[in-house]
């Protein structure tokens, strides 16, 4: 069963000019526009506030590091080649009862199908490790 609506535009001598809406036509668009919508979208990123950036495609798996705030109060992310990571911060709460500066990384670890990058670990940073500067 169809159903749907008439909506009259304008009669000029006898002729009537309608714009109708049909229940599936309406459905079709709604749904177009949603994946239009997503399909868009999919170049939107939402800052992380407390994980670390993803390693960035440019890089091609090489080793690379992000630095998100310079400084020695400022925050920075190395990621490895291996899969690994290590991300300072300079500021902020304790993390996992480790005051900052403080360095949160993980290592990888032996499996049967090769090596995996395991749970990251919280600890106090190292003088090389903190930035020189402001």
Do not use: W
């Amino acid at each position: 069963m169809a159903s749907g609506v008439a909506l009259e535009v304008v009669t000029l001598g006898g002729y009537t000019f309608a714009l109708g809406f049909h229940e599936s036509a309406g459905l079709a668009l709604m749904t177009s526009g949603c994946a239009q919508a997503m399909y868009n979208a999919r170049d939107i990123s939402f800052e992380k506030r407390s994980s670390r950036p993803d390693a960035d495609p440019r890089a091609e798996g090489n080793p690379h590091t992000i630095i998100e705030r310079p400084g020695t109060e400022g925050q920075y992310t190395t990621h490895n080649d291996d899969g690994t990571f290590k991300q300072y911060r300079g500021s902020g709460k304790p993390h996992g009862g480790i005051s900052r500066p403080n360095i949160k990384e993980n290592k990888n670890h032996p499996s049967p199908s090769g090596p995996k990058p395991g749970k990251p670990q919280v600890r106090e940073a190292r003088p090389d490790e903190i930035p020189k500067g402001k």
